[in-house]
């Protein structure tokens, strides 16, 4: 049998050795609330790649200090950020994975001290702090941070972007009607409210020709947020702009009440990918080698993005190759109990 879940997957200049991904996951862990990598980042990613996952892209990565999601996230806002990136590749690298970064900006979803910024002046919620509506200046300062931290991720050896349009956070709060609430043209018409993720790509394409992604909430659970129509209309504005993979995520645009369940994700990138004619990334709740497996083989999505399960077992790719039967091999050092 053809097992597609460890198959080589091409995108432009690099190829991965297989289609298994480590999704973008906060830890919460720049413990000097700088923004610098800490050696539990340096396990922490290095680890994942010797248990043979394909690319690790490393967690939501600030632009601006007023992105951060909170005081202890990554950073790239400035050069003096580069060298810890550049260590954490170079373990990542050391194994055959892939490395990539999520560059992000947290918008009214920063929970900081100090002033944060948002399309619009409306919280996420009653606990959270009021944003700054933002200027034309703001945004466009905003849009130039995305391509300098472009730059920097160039420089620090990662071998994938990917902007961070999902889960209510700044790009995100553009896209949605539910916190967008402009009137100029960043906002109104879904054309407007792509605008600010367009002058976005725009930038970083200027720094970076490399594979770069997109992740985006594909369902807001609410009923008056973007349809997947509207989904589907900015997967091919991305695709136009050369953007080569959607990540699929949904929710956290505004509260709600999810009911997670094995997979429950899945359709949103099934329909992207057949709608705007895209390669799409799967995520939530997959952890099993045949789940993963049969998402593959049905064509439902082209990567399998893994969160929590990576968490739990930095080795999940031999669990899944022992499911399916394939013979995958480990790390030299490991292989008497590989």
């Known amino acids: 049998m053809k097992h597609k879940l460890f198959e080589p ?18 830890m919460y862990s720049s413990d000097n609330q700088d923004g610098y990598a800490q ?41 003096e950020h580069i060298e810890g990136l550049q260590k954490i590749n170079e373990g990542i690298h050391r194994h055959g994975a892939k490395a990539g970064i999520q560059l ?22 009653a606990s959270m702090k009021v944003p700054t509506e933002m200027t034309k200046e703001d945004i466009q300062r905003t849009v130039e941070a995305f391509r300098e931290g472009a730059g920097r991720s ?3 050896g990662f071998d994938v ?5 999902a889960h209510g956070y700044l790009i995100n709060q553009f896209l949605s009607p539910l916190t967008n609430k402009r009137d100029d043209e960043y906002g109104g018409t879904r054309e407007n409210r792509y605008r600010f993720l367009r002058e976005t790509i ?32 900015f997967a091919r504005e991305m695709k136009s702009q050369g953007v080569d993979l959607i990540d699929v995520s949904s929710g956290g645009v505004v509260p709600a009440a999810i009911d997670p369940y094995p997979g429950y994700q899945v359709t949103f990138a099934e329909q992207i990918k057949q709608g705007a004619d895209i390669d799409t990334g799967a995520v939530g709740l997959i952890t099993s080698g045949n789940q993963a497996e049969e998402i593959l083989q049905n064509e439902r999505a082209d990567l399998i993005f893994l969160a929590r399960a990576l968490l739990r077992n930095p080795y999940w790719p031999k669990e899944a190759a022992d499911e399916l039967g394939y013979p995958l091999e480990g790390p030299r050092q490991y292989t008497r109990g590989w």
Not at 56 to 75: Q, Y
Not at 161 to 165: A, R
Request: a negative charge.
């Open 154 to 156: 160039k420089k620090a």
């Open 104 to 125: 992000a900006h947290a918008g009214r979803k920063a929970n900081l001290r100090d002033e944060i910024f948002a399309p619009s002046a409306e919280a996420f919620s």
């Open 161 to 165: 972007i990917e902007l961070h349009g």
């Open 9 to 26: 997957y091409t995108i432009k200049n690099i190829t991965l050795k297989n289609r298994i991904v480590m999704s973008p996951m906060c």
């Open 202 to 233: 725009e930038a970083v394409k200027q720094e970076w020709d490399g594979p770069l992604f997109v992740r985006i909430s594909g369902e807001e659970y609410h009923e008056d947020g973007n349809t997947m129509d509207d989904f589907i209309f």
């Open 39 to 79: 050696p539990f980042h340096l396990t922490h990613y290095e680890s994942r790649a010797a248990g043979q996952v394909g690319l690790i892209i490393t967690e939501a990565t600030a632009v601006l200090p007023e992105g951060r999601i909170s005081h202890e996230d990554l950073g790239i806002w400035s050069d």
